[in-house]
């Protein structure tokens, strides 16, 4: 594992590493549109996770997740949690909350 002091520098050095797509959350899956990927949650392994708590403002809390599908697309997704989490359904919130207490 790695340690990082910055969002920023998780994302930047994550890139250098291969992951290089951009993910987004829907409410049952990763999506990226570059190329048009649609990963449910059995579609992906989360291969590393790095949190992030804001010092001041706790809206800048994230979660820096390292995503691989099972066909080796591999990419960043970058989440709030808190009160700043995104609304997902049952089995998107498992596999995420799942690795993050690991």
Not at 42 to 59: A, C, H, L, Q, V
Not at 83 to 92: I, K, L, P, R
Request: glycine share 6%.
């Amino acid at each position: 594992m790695y340690n990082y002091d910055t969002v920023t520098e998780a994302i930047n050095d994550l890139k250098a590493r291969g992951f290089t797509l951009d993910f987004n959350l829907q409410t049952n899956a990763l999506q990226c549109f570059n190329p048009d990927l649609n990963l449910e949650p059995e579609e992906f392994e989360i291969k590393e996770i790095y949190r992030f708590e804001g010092d001041t403002n706790p809206s800048d809390e994230e979660i820096v997740y390292a995503i691989e599908s099972k066909d080796g697309h591999k990419g960043v997704f970058v989440n709030g949690y808190g009160t700043s989490a995104d609304v997902v359904g049952a089995e998107m919130m498992k596999k995420l909350v799942d690795h993050h207490n690991q």
